[in-house]
T-cell receptor, first 112, second 111 residues
């Protein structure tokens, strides 16, 4: 079962930063935070993941609080193409494989 | 590099029939995950295969089953179809410990 809590929906003005929060208060020490997004019933797309340090890639930044109980995905300059459902997942990366449980995500609408 | 491929893209069946969905993982990936996404809902975990073995299954009845072949491709079978089985079925592959890469899904409609 999903171990994360996300707001069901958010709006963001085009060109502004979109900050998507996620609570994962029961996260274990060996569990990573992953973010995926799904555009209009296509297959979900991997965005970024992290353990305890902040991470940045060409798509987004991930800020994880020091106690690791919450995180924020930042899309620095949102475009209309970023309108999607964003899923936050916690999963332990092990040599025996990961368990990935998706919740209902946050539906982000980027407004022109 | 080819991504995860799923077939068929669309499938229409009637109640009581069986459906078979197929997934080819990315080359080098040994794990395959199956998810069900009913219209307007999130992804529900169905099955996880690795190295030919079923590693875990979600809270679905036994009429949902599958297998993974020696080439790591996978098949999902749904027997005795019910109307509520209508959904997008998503397959994802990964190397152990890595992130998931998804296919575009197979949309099953049960009439």
């Amino acid at each position: 079962d999903a171990k994360t809590t996300q707001p069901p929906s958010m709006d963001c003005a085009e060109g502004r930063a979109a900050n998507l929060p996620c609570n994962h208060s029961t996260i274990s020490g060996n569990e990573y935070v992953y973010w995926y997004r799904q555009i209009h019933s296509q297959g979900p797309q991997y965005i970024i993941h992290g353990l305890k340090n902040n991470e940045t890639n060409e798509m987004a930044s991930l800020i994880i609080t020091e106690d690791r109980k919450s995180s924020t995905l930042i899309l620095p300059h949102a475009t209309l193409r970023d309108t999607a459902v964003y899923y936050c997942i916690v999963s332990a990366a092990k040599n025996t494989g990961n368990q990935f449980y998706f919740g209902t995500g946050t539906s982000l609408t980027v407004i022109p | 590099e080819a991504g995860v491929t799923q077939s068929p893209t669309h499938l229409i069946k009637t109640r009581g029939q069986q459906a078979t969905l197929r997934c080819s993982p990315i080359s080098g990936h040994t794990s395959v995950y199956w998810y069900q996404q009913a219209l307007g809902l999130g992804l529900q975990f169905l099955l996880w295969y690795d190295e030919g073995e079923e590693r875990n299954r979600g809270n679905f009845p036994p009429r949902f089953s599958g297998r993974q072949f020696p080439n790591y491709s996978s098949e999902l079978n749904v027997n005795a179809l019910e109307l509520e089985d209508s959904a997008l079925y998503l397959c994802a592959s990964t190397r152990l410990g890595g992130e998931l890469f998804f296919g575009e899904g197979s949309r099953l409609t049960v009439l």
